[in-house]
């Protein structure tokens, strides 16, 4: 094989590009955000995640050697062993990571990436039925499970991506529009059901699409039973099943002066940053929010603080253009393959890196309630950044076999 055609040929280059670059900013605002001006050096948390960055390259290698085919062979035993990790990381782990000395491995970032290649495989199927109710329920249990066994780490954040997987799954899949209002008409019942001024309206709406559209009686009463059930069970649900801390994320999103020591210190002191840094940025090492440690968690979740701070409007967009660059490179590649379970699966694996990125980004700005989702690539983390890696490493192996056809 002549090496140099393959990689000119088959491999994104301007992807990899992409990726290294927004690593290299990554590891370089780590520094910064680590940064003792009174020491006069940083921490070794930079270092730690140069050697995560060279793990993961290795296992995105590994996943672009891996013939595309096997993974929709052993797509639902990989969910099965994905599965198994999350409950045994409840029963033996650290309710979320799995402990091994100074390593600190996250089951549920496999799940993630499991969970895209299940539903990719039960799409893909040829024949599916997706005008049915009946087809949209294996999906349903499929999704489920593992944001219930996260949710219960407690992990709302990482449990509220598994649900973002579904629908762009969905409607890439071929489902109409109309259908996925229905399945999305729960989740707005359930925002509308703390106040009758607007669950009233909602509930006219959808009974109004049913009675124009006329759905089969089954599917009707279904939808009706299902949207009560939520409108009836919503107070219940934020009593007893949500945890104090996140009922105060939620509250002070809403509100972030209400507790401007407590819950929503976080997203004031971000605003403050990204604000100060302006146009240009305070510049590199010179960010006094930063430095003076008024931000919290800022290599991890508020790295996108130091950014704003630091690199100021900027240093910002030149993040955001990377990211938006990564993710038209797999709406492209989604869009460019054959096979259909190739392209389900790069659909699924872009839902997730949109989801972090808007959460993530939006709730270092106030318009988003803090959930802990770290920022792909440039927030600290082994798991996270290994696993974006293998991602990565999946939409490279997509393009490479594009004129597959399975």
Not at 82 to 94: K, N, T
Request: proline share 4%; charged share 15%.
């Amino acid at each position: 094989m002549n090496l140099s055609r393959f990689v000119r040929r088959d491999l994104d280059i301007g992807l990899i590009t992409a990726i290294c670059l927004t690593i290299m900013a990554g590891i370089t605002t780590i520094y910064s955000a680590t940064y003792n001006w009174d020491l006069g050096t940083a921490s070794g948390i930079y270092e730690k995640q140069i050697i995560w960055a060279l793990l993961g390259l290795f296992a995105l290698a590994i996943t672009i050697a891996i013939p595309i085919k096997l993974f929709y062979a052993f797509a639902y035993i990989l969910y099965g062993l994905s599965i198994a990790l999350l409950v045994l990381v409840l029963e033996l782990g650290d309710r979320r990571w799995f402990n091994f000395g100074s390593m600190h491995i996250q089951p549920s970032e496999l799940a993630k990436i499991a969970t895209v290649l299940v539903l990719a495989r039960f799409l893909s199927h040829r024949n599916r039925d997706l005008t049915r109710i009946r087809a949209f329920i294996p999906p349903f249990i499929l999704v489920l499970v593992p944001t219930l066994l996260v949710f219960k780490q407690p992990d709302l954040g990482t449990a509220l991506v598994f649900s973002s997987i579904i629908l762009p799954m969905f409607f890439w899949a071929g489902v109409r529009l109309l259908h996925l209002f229905f399945i999305i008409s729960p989740g707005l019942t359930l925002i509308c059901a703390f106040h009758p001024w607007t669950l009233t309206p909602m509930v006219l709406v959808l009974v109004a699409i049913i009675f124009f559209e006329r759905p089969r009686l089954f599917t009707a009463s279904i939808l009706l039973l299902v949207n009560l059930t939520v409108a009836v069970g919503a107070p219940y649900l934020w009593e007893n099943k949500l945890h104090d801390y996140q009922k105060r994320r939620i509250l002070t999103f809403l509100n972030p002066d209400m507790d401007k020591l407590g819950a929503g210190y976080q997203v004031i002191q971000s605003k403050v940053a990204i604000g100060s840094g302006g146009l240009k940025g305070k510049g590199f090492l010179e960010g006094t929010q930063t430095k003076l440690a008024f931000l919290p968690e800022q290599h991890t979740d508020f790295i996108f603080s130091v950014v704003g701070e630091e690199f100021g409007f900027i240093g910002a967009l030149c993040i955001l253009a990377l990211f938006m660059f990564i993710i038209y490179r797999a709406k492209f590649i989604a869009i460019q393959v054959k096979s259909r379970f190739s392209s389900l699966v790069a659909v699924g694996l872009a839902t997730i890196f949109v989801f972090h990125i808007f959460v993530n980004i939006g709730m270092t700005i106030g318009v988003m309630p803090v959930t802990g989702l770290p920022l792909p690539f440039l927030s600290y983390g082994g798991s996270t950044l290994i696993m974006s890696m293998v991602l990565i490493g999946f939409l490279l192996n997509i393009y490479a076999n594009k004129h597959e056809d399975f």
